[in-house]
C-alpha cells in the first residue's frame, strides 16, 4: 500500500484518466486527473500541495510533453514518468533529455505503471541528500563554472563549453553531492532510470567524457575521483549562485 503518495495525471484522454485514478486510488494514492499541461502552473502554486509525482503524457493539446517537461525542470524536482503511444527509441531519449525519470510507451499494463510508480519514488527518495538546487543559477568550483540555464561549461580560460544532455546531468549530480561517493548503480539509475546489467558501461563512458570536458587526467584524475569497488566521488567542494 502507499504511503498516501499523491500523483498529478496529466493526459488527454479521458478514458485513460478515468482508468488510471481509479486504479491508483485502490492502491493507495491520492490522484488528481487533468486534461492538459496548463493545469500543471496552479498545481504548483500554493496552498495548493505539490504532487509527489506526475504521470505526463507525451501528446497533449496546447503544448506537448517534452515542453511541459522542460517546463517544470526549471521550477521543480518532481519526479515525471512520461506517458507516450509512440515507443520509438528516439520519442524515449527525447523524454529523458528533457528531464523525466521514466517512460512508458502506451499500451502498457496498470501493474508495470505500478511498478514503475514505485521504482521512480524510492529511487528520488533513497538518493543521497542534494542541495535545494531549483533556483541555483549556477555552480562554482575551483576556477570552473556550470551555469544552468544554458547548460553550458565555462572553463578557467573563460570559454564556454556546450555539454550534451547525459553530461549535464552527471555533473549537476556530482555538484549536488561534492565530496560523496556516489555508487555506480546509483549513477546509471538517476541517469538513465533503469538498473545496470553487470556488462554495462555506461556510466564509466559518460564519467570519462565529462573528465575530458573538465581536462581531468583519465590515468590520474583529480576532479573526478574513481573509488575502487564502490563508484566515483567529485572531489571539489561546490559553491551554488543563486
Not at 64 to 83: A, F
Request: one cysteine or more; aromatic letters at 8%; proline letters at 7%.
Amino acid at each position: 500500500m502507499a504511503r498516501n503518495d499523491f500523483i498529478l495525471i496529466v493526459d488527454d484522454d479521458p478514458e485513460i484518466r478515468d482508468l488510471l485514478q481509479l486504479f491508483l486510488v485502490r492502491h493507495g494514492y491520492r490522484v488528481k486527473a487533468v486534461p492538459d499541461g496548463s493545469f500543471l502552473e496552479s498545481a504548483l502554486e500554493p496552498p495548493n500541495l505539490p504532487p509527489d509525482l506526475i504521470i505526463l503524457d507525451l501528446m497533449l493539446p496546447g503544448g506537448d510533453g517534452l515542453s511541459w517537461c522542460q517546463w517544470l525542470r526549471k521550477r521543480s524536482r518532481i519526479p515525471v514518468l512520461m506517458l507516450t503511444a509512440r515507443g520509438a527509441e528516439t520519442d524515449r531519449i527525447a523524454g529523458l533529455e528533457t528531464g523525466a525519470d521514466d517512460y512508458l510507451a502506451k499500451p502498457f499494463h496498470p501493474e508495470e505503471l505500478l511498478a514503475r510508480i514505485r521504482s521512480v519514488l524510492r529511487r528520488t527518495r533513497s538518493f543521497p541528500d542534494r542541495l535545494d538546487s531549483e533556483s541555483i543559477r549556477e555552480f562554482r568550483f575551483g576556477d570552473w563554472r556550470l551555469l544552468t540555464g544554458s547548460r553550458e561549461l565555462i572553463d578557467p580560460q573563460n570559454v564556454r563549453i556546450a555539454l550534451s544532455g547525459a553530461e549535464y546531468r552527471l555533473l549537476r549530480i556530482f555538484l549536488e553531492r561534492p565530496q560523496t561517493v556516489i555508487q555506480r548503480e546509483v549513477l546509471t539509475e538517476m541517469l538513465w532510470s533503469r538498473s545496470p546489467q553487470p556488462t554495462d558501461r555506461s556510466v564509466d563512458i559518460q564519467v570519462s567524457r565529462l573528465r575530458h570536458r573538465l581536462h581531468d587526467d583519465g590515468r590520474e584524475p583529480s576532479l573526478i575521483r574513481t573509488v575502487r569497488g564502490e563508484g566515483y566521488l567529485f572531489a571539489l567542494a561546490a559553491q551554488p549562485a543563486r
